[in-house]
DNA sequence: CCCGGATGAGACAAAGATGTCTCACTAGAG
DNA sequence: CTCTAGTGAGACATCTTTGTCTCATCCGGG
């Protein structure tokens, strides 16, 4: 009878992704079980939140991981990496989002490890002659998170089709990434 | 003794901007005044984000107009605009995710119309030879908006200088943009 | 100088969300 | 079958924000 805690975080994270200031009523509904019950797994708003903040990380670590961003070419990184983010890209605009609320206090320590591994590869295809080297590798990563942001709500509100995705974001950012440009 | 109304805009674009869930009293209290007044300017929360929306709107139109969009080289016109646009850039962030908020209800026509001269400078470069065709014009301007939100982020949070701003964006974007790429 | 309109300060109720608690019910283990 | 832990439903108080209202005060025009 124990209630799936996966389920919870991954049904609020899909409700929470469409409408950011839905209610915990409204989160509980989505993931199909009460209010209380929700309380019982996640102390408040914040603990829920937070919880999804870890999922959140850890999907992008997983996703990171598949990657595999310090084989090959570096340009092919950028395309395995977008790939692999696609899924939860959504997802993470909204942390995005909300991450910019909780300015000061509580920064996770995740983010600064996903920062850099991303970094880290912009940087490699610096190094490799790949890409340019007038934009910093910390601005690229800032870039396509904007990148991935703006594809996942074009993609929803029907601006652009899902398929799309991929290809649009890596042409532009690679387009404007490679040395030969 | 009639307060500045649009003096109050400005104080509560800028609190926003910051900090988005900013209530009523924080906002009066940048603004300088009491509740009570900001309440007799506007009629609420709602009636004042609405007018923010319009404040916005119309900087930004100011902005492509000074931009002058549909002469010279498309290259250089997103240069001029990437410029102009730079001190409403944080402002533009905020409405943006704002707007996300006003799911269906009441869009504002004038962003489609803000949508509208910007697609058209970039379709205006690819059919002059300038840019690649195989990005579609709503893409360039929806990635537009996550490139000048991602680089207005960065700034505000000390990640990048801010007198790197326009390069970044426009060198990335270009990049991406440019048919030799 | 006097008056009127606007402001600031604060009280007040209403609404929405949150967190806590109780109680009946049910599924599953033993 | 019985017992128990976990669940759903809902009541309840609290907190925050909002919107309205009143009243004293102040500033400027006539």
Redesign the pocket.
Known sequence: ???DREHILRAAAALLTRKA?S??????KAA??????????F??????IRALEALGLEQLDAALDAARLDEGAAADAVHRLVAEVEPVAGFLAFLVTENQLFEGDGMNEGWNRIDDRITALFRRGQESGEFRIDLSPVWLTEALYGLVGSGAWAVQDGRVAAKDFQFMIVELLLGGVRRSA
Chains 1, 2 share one sequence.
């Open positions: 009878m124990a209630v200031t209610t915990m009523d409204e989160v509980a199909g079980i009460s209010r209380a019950t929700l309380h019982r797994q102390a408040g708003r914040d603990a829920l």
